[in-house]
């Protein structure tokens, strides 16, 4: 295995509840109400629509707003990746990952392990350069029990319920994740924030048609068939750690590019271009008494030169 390297889920497709669409000259991503499945194919005018983007809109009133899915691991954070992500803009390559703990950032001298303090306390963020970045990979079909589409987001509402569904769903199925009959589903809230307009984001429920107990009872029956056909469940979600571990960014070069085009646009009159060793003092929190008795240094130290 190539070190630095990190070995993901094997990707079909994609889900998206959005796309990017040209206004004015700019590319722009723009949000939708709906589910769109995409294969890896971009084309001038957008990515290539998957095959099961129509098949799953069959008796859901042309919008597709659930999609019945599985798991590939037990352990939830091996589906559910989310941390804290900054992107060049310019460039797309990935500059630094944390968990408002640590992070790994790549400096001039190479990738080091840092402090991370959150974007609301870090210099590097400015800009809303970091934000939270959550990707899920997921099962849709019986053709490739290994491979998965993956969804991508942003958004604090999706990351926060897809966390906290993942891992109520394994305590209470006894481990059983990759085993349970699930459904991604589409939800709608509005906020001040909105002034009223809907957002979207997105869910994870039993599958529809099925209560929790039943739900339960097929993850039961899954596993053991699973288990005498010689399937080693524990095994795999080992292997998927080992991979994800192997390399300090997940996401690959050649595809940070229509990420950060999609998730992390560039906002007028903010900085795109990111200085990757900002002076110590930059990254510390000041009270607002420090600041102004900064200012009043530097002002009296400019006075003095001239």
């Given at each position: 295995?190539l070190?630095?390297?990190?070995i993901?889920?094997?990707i079909?497709g994609?889900?998206?509840i ?5 206004k004015?000259?700019?590319?722009l991503?723009?949000?939708d ?8 194919v971009?084309?001038?005018?957008g ?13 859901q009133?042309?919008k ?6 599985r798991?590939?691991?037990n352990?939830p ?8 992500s ?5 460039t797309?390559?990935?500059l630094?990952?944390g ?6 950032r790549?400096?001039?001298d190479?990738?080091?392990s840092?402090?991370?303090p959150?974007p609301d306390?870090?210099?590097l ?11 899920l ?9 290994l491979g ?6 942003t ?6 319920t897809?966390?906290a569904?993942l ?5 209470i ?15 709608g ?21 099925l209560g929790?107990?039943?739900s339960l009872?097929?993850a ?7 288990q ?7 095994a795999?979600?080992?292997a ?6 192997n ?12 990420i950060?085009?999609e998730?992390?646009p560039?906002i007028?009159?903010q ?13 510390a929190k000041f ?7 900064s ?12």
């Amino acid at each position: 295995m190539l070190k630095g390297l990190a070995i993901t889920p094997p990707i079909l497709g994609r889900i998206s509840i959005g796309k990017v669409v040209e206004k004015n000259g700019k590319r722009l991503p723009e949000k939708d109400d709906q589910f769109t499945l995409t294969s890896q194919v971009q084309s001038r005018d957008g990515w290539l629509l998957h095959p099961l983007n129509e098949e799953l809109r069959n008796g859901q009133d042309g919008k597709l707003r659930s999609i019945p899915i599985r798991l590939l691991f037990n352990e939830p954070d091996l589906n559910f990746r989310a941390d804290y992500s900054l992107f060049d803009r310019n460039t797309g390559r990935p500059l630094c990952v944390g968990n408002g703990e640590t992070c790994k950032r790549l400096t001039k001298d190479g990738i080091q392990s840092l402090p991370c303090p959150s974007p609301d306390g870090c210099s590097l963020a400015q800009g809303n350069a970091c934000k939270p970045y959550g990707r899920l990979n997921v099962v849709i079909g019986d053709d490739d029990p290994l491979g998965s589409f993956v969804f991508r987001t942003t958004g604090y509402n999706s990351i926060r319920t897809l966390a906290a569904r993942l891992h109520y769903l394994q305590a209470i199925s006894g481990d059983r994740l990759a085993c349970l009959p699930l459904e991604l589903r589409l939800r709608g809230k509005s906020t001040r924030q909105s002034h009223g307009a809907p957002i979207f984001y997105v869910d994870i429920t039993v599958r529809s048609g099925l209560g929790m107990e039943e739900s339960l009872i097929a993850a039961k029956q899954l596993e053991e068939t699973r288990q005498a056909a010689g399937f080693d469940q524990s095994a795999l979600d080992q292997a998927a750690r080992r991979g994800f571990n192997n390399g300090a960014f997940e996401d690959s070069e050649e595809d940070t590019s229509a990420i950060v085009e999609e998730l992390f646009p560039v906002i007028e009159d903010q900085p795109s271009r990111i200085e990757l060793n900002p002076p110590l003092a930059a990254t510390a929190k000041f009270s607002l008494a420090q600041k102004l008795e900064s200012r009043a240094s530097q002002h009296k130290s400019r006075s003095s030169v001239q």
